[in-house]
């Protein structure tokens, strides 16, 4: 049976090496064309699966190298790089700043939709007048430029984020037709 694993086991082990080793240096120089990543990650499930099965029927062969000091301090070094990176002390994972720009958004549309229509148009570096206006021809009624974006949702049976992003989509619009009013 070790023969017939070995016949499969060691192809696997060294086309998805190939697969990974190539995917993962495109992925290092930030060229992720096409469907790099994930097939960078579904290869290493298949290079691990073929490193495994190698192990396996070579395991006599295996055992042996733990007699040997190369062998040791290359494994060893190994198993030491990887427990290393995945201790949080080294930085932020990618999740937590994702999560953390999420959190950021959130907080920033929390507090525009509780903040005035003049208010907006400060930030939007543009005129209140202007905002009514494009909310308007959204099909949005303003009754009163100090109105909160919650308040003008609610008068119109609208969600608040669609009222904001018809008022940040109309300040982009009109800040690239317009330029900046300052």
């Known amino acids: 049976m070790a023969q017939t694993i070995k016949s499969w086991a060691t192809p696997l082990a060294v086309g ?3 697969i990974s080793g190539v995917t993962g240096l495109l992925i290092f120089f930030d060229l992720e064309l096409g469907i790099i990543e994930p097939v960078h990650k579904w290869a290493s499930w298949l ?3 073929g490193v495994m099965l190698h192990l396996v029927s070579n395991w006599k062969q295996f055992i042996g190298y733990f007699s040997k000091k190369p062998a040791i301090g290359i494994i060893g070094a190994a198993l030491i790089v990887t427990a290393t990176s995945v201790l949080p002390i080294f930085g932020e994972k990618e999740e937590e700043k994702k999560e953390g720009r999420e ?3 959130k907080i920033a549309s929390q507090l525009l939709e509780s903040s005035s229509l003049e208010t907006i148009a400060l930030v939007a570096k543009t005129t209140p007048k202007r905002l009514v206006e494009q909310l308007g021809k959204s099909g949005i009624i303003v009754k009163n430029q100090s109105l909160t974006i919650q308040q003008i949702a609610l008068s119109n049976g609208k969600n608040e984020n669609a009222v904001l992003e018809a008022v940040l989509a109309q ?3 009109s800040e690239t037709k317009d330029g900046d009013i300052d």
Do not use: M, R
């Open 171 to 173: 300040t982009k619009d």
């Open 47 to 49: 290079f691990v699966t």
């Open 16 to 18: 998805a090496f190939i």
């Open 103 to 105: 959190k950021s958004g």
